[in-house]
T-cell receptor, first 116, second 117 residues
Framework: AQTVTQSQPEMSVQEAETVTLSCTYD???????LFWYKQPPSRQMILVIR??????QNATENRFSVNFQKAAKSFSLKISDSQLGDTAMYFC?????????????FGKGTKLSVKP | GAVVSQHPSWVICKSGTSVKIECRSL??????MFWYRQFPKQSLMLMAT?????????EQGVEKDKFLINHASLTLSTLTVTSAHPEDSSFYIC?????????????FGPGTRLTVL
């Protein structure tokens, strides 16, 4: 079975500062994807960043980057130059390749508040 | 980018009635669609996975006779909550998976808020 754990229920950061959200996961599979999704107050799920497990290089999307530690099964999200619009729930998710295991497994989420 | 729509965005119904929620992939074909339920301040819980033209696969604990899922075409899936009760009040989110090369990206609808009185 796959599990995703987010140990920080809530975090806050000052505008323009950097914040890191933690995520650990567990799977016995070797081929999988990891994701960070953002859910703003509108509740629309938005993909922030994706990491393929076979890639050693950490994914980066503008101000968002990850620290993927495969051996430790850790997948943290760093948000640089935080903006007010980054205020949202952030969900870490795992998806094993293909078949019936191809469903997204979500963590419980971290509520991020960016303060002016 | 790919767009997934849901209709209605919110619905209020009386206890004992049935409610249908539609999920459409607007600009791509989705062989697989997913239905999630999200309670306030909680994560998304997968209810069922549906493949076009076949019966949905329900997660453990989800009543398939209560939550009827139909995936009649490559762009439309529906969730019908039958004989709804107040405990069914929740936020329902659909997601559609697009096949694109080696990676089947998954897109989310905006959600439907169901309130059962």
């Amino acid at each position: 079975a796959q599990t995703v754990t987010q140990s920080q229920p809530e975090m806050s950061v000052q505008e323009a500062e950097t914040v890191t959200l933690s995520c650990t996961y567990d799977t016995s599979e070797s081929n999988y994807y990891l994701f960070w999704y953002k859910q703003p107050p509108s509740r629309q799920m938005i993909l922030v960043i994706r990491q393929e497990a076979y890639k050693q290089q950490n994914a980066t999307e503008n101000r968002f980057s990850v620290n993927f530690q495969k051996a430790a099964k850790s997948f943290s999200l760093k948000i640089s130059d935080s903006q007010l619009g980054d205020t949202a729930m952030y969900f870490c998710a795992l998806r094993v390749y293909g078949g019936s295991q191809g469903n997204l497994i979500f963590g419980k989420g971290t509520k991020l508040s960016v303060k002016p | 980018g790919a767009v997934v729509s849901q209709h209605p965005s919110w619905v209020i119904c009386k206890s004992g009635t049935s409610v249908k929620i539609e999920c459409r992939s607007l600009d791509f074909q989705a062989t697989t669609m997913f239905w999630y339920r999200q309670f306030p301040k909680q994560s998304l819980m997968l209810m069922a996975t549906s493949n076009e033209g076949s019966k949905a696969t329900y997660e453990q604990g989800v009543e398939k006779d209560k939550f009827l899922i139909n995936h009649a075409s490559l762009t439309l899936s529906t969730l019908t909550v039958t004989s709804a009760h107040p405990e069914d009040s929740s936020f329902y989110i659909c997601s559609a998976r697009r096949i694109a090369g080696d990676y089947n990206e998954q897109f989310f609808g905006p959600g439907t808020r169901l309130t059962v009185l």
